[in-house]
């Protein structure tokens, strides 16, 4: 057996124009994201999957911050992004060259090939269109031979918390769809800036911590006082999937 894919995984980085700028709990994106980078490089993925509000404020600068520390403190890593609700895919494109978005083109690793949905409606609420499911049907099924991985902004799963406010609103059909592709064995999201697993048949669902601030999971708008963090994901041969969460010290 060859070595298993690590895919690394980081959401919600809410870079703003100025770097120096902190927000909830005087946390500064910028310097988690930096800490958070840094951490990630000590496991040697393979690759890093961005799931989505890179920016906090929808400029340029938060961009060009951002593809300035993926330059400095992961160098070479394969990165590949999804836009969230906070972003500009037009602004995306244009500053990120090499790592362009994943819903426009899957990305192949071995025995494993990596899908990317656009989940970006309307204010903070998600939906996936008919097209885009269609299209990855067809995508997994002209490589049924390989195991198939779905990023998405959006929580397809409810949290049962203030979240669900902005919530993915054509999450059941999108649900249901996963359901009828068993070569799915994962869909990895972040929207909720928390670490949250759910199995549903065969495919697992994990959702990322957040770099900079954790959302609580209560009925009304609160944070968590656990750390910023990442999912490492070691993709094995077989479609199995170990995962876990590292996060930087208090």
């Known amino acids: 057996m060859s070595s298993p894919l690590l895919l690394a995984q980081i959401s919600d980085c809410h870079l703003y124009a100025d770097k120096d700028k902190a927000g909830y709990a005087d946390i500064v994106p910028y310097d988690t994201l930096q800490q958070v980078l840094r951490l990630l490089a000590e496991h040697r993925p393979d690759a890093l999957l961005i799931s989505g509000d890179l920016s906090g404020d929808h400029s340029r600068q938060s961009y060009l911050h951002l593809r300035h520390l993926l330059q400095t403190e992961i160098n070479s890593l394969p990165v590949h992004m999804i836009a969230g609700n906070h972003d500009d895919r037009a602004l995306m494109q244009a ?23 656009n989940s970006q409606a309307k204010g903070t609420l998600g939906y996936v269109s008919q097209q885009q499911l269609e299209q990855l049907t067809d995508r997994v099924n002209r490589h049924a031979d390989l195991h198939h991985i779905v990023a998405v902004h959006h929580h397809p799963i409810a949290v049962d918390g203030w979240m669900d406010k902005h919530q993915w609103t054509n ?20 929207h909720i800036h928390r670490d949250v ?9 994990w959702a990322c911590p ?3 601030w954790q959302w609580g999971d209560g009925a009304e708008f609160g944070l968590s006082t656990q750390q910023p963090g990442f999912r490492l994901l070691r993709c094995f041969d077989n479609g199995e999937i170990a995962s876990q969460v590292y996060r930087l010290a208090d």
């Open 95 to 117: 500053t990120f060259e090499e790592q362009q978005l994943l819903d426009l083109a899957p990305a192949t690793y071995g025995g494993w090939q990596l899908h990317g949905l």
């Open 197 to 205: 697993h759910h199995r549903r048949q065969e495919c697992q669902y």
């Open 210 to 212: 957040s770099t900079c």
């Open 171 to 190: 999450r059941q059909i999108f649900l249901k769809h996963i359901d009828t592709l068993p070569e799915v064995k994962a869909v990895l999201y972040g």
